[in-house]
């Protein structure tokens, strides 16, 4: 099992996960990361919708934004991103098998999400619906085979945990 990688330039942090599988179905991208951290397994899958004309412009377009699901088995990832973050959790922190958050994709038209390198901005509880808005970005290295989870900001720590 490959390392889970991070990486903390500036004071941000930068997780970098193994991608040791990917589907493409009809419809969707499933990325599925295994990896470990100081002896722990961590192990999560993210879904994105497939598409070949997601871009951004001048102005964003409708189609530019869409769903980003996280499935999760177990509370791995949250407990790993609150560790590397230094955000104390309670014992029992809720867990939840699936978390969505909206994505833009940066920069890139048109886009192969089967074989091209994807930065992806990620808003979680984008309307702040719940007061618990947060940001970062997803990007996906397909050429390394790495799913790198990287801070937009300090301010989102504690509201990125809640998310999760």
């Avoid at 871009?55 to 590397?84: I, R």
């Amino acid at each position: 099992m490959d390392d889970i990688k991070i990486d903390s330039p500036d004071g941000f942090a930068d997780i970098s996960f193994p991608i040791t599988k990917k589907e493409l179905t009809e419809n969707n991208l499933f990325l599925t990361c295994t990896g470990s951290y100081e002896n722990k397994q961590v192990d999560f899958t993210v879904s994105l919708p497939e598409s070949t004309n997601f871009s951004l412009g001048e102005n964003f377009e409708v189609n530019s934004m869409y769903e980003v699901k996280f499935h999760f088995k177990n509370d791995s990832f949250k407990k790993l991103v609150a560790s590397t973050y230094k955000i104390k959790t309670a014992e029992n922190i809720e867990f939840k098998p699936e978390v969505n958050a909206v994505g833009i994709v940066m920069g890139q038209k048109p886009i192969n999400l089967d074989t091209d390198d994807i930065n992806i901005k990620i808003f979680f509880d984008d309307k702040n619906e719940k007061g618990i808005h947060a940001e970062a970005y997803l990007n996906i290295l397909n050429g390394k085979s790495v799913l790198l989870f990287k801070e937009k900001d300090l301010e989102y720590r504690d509201n990125l945990i809640k998310n999760l």
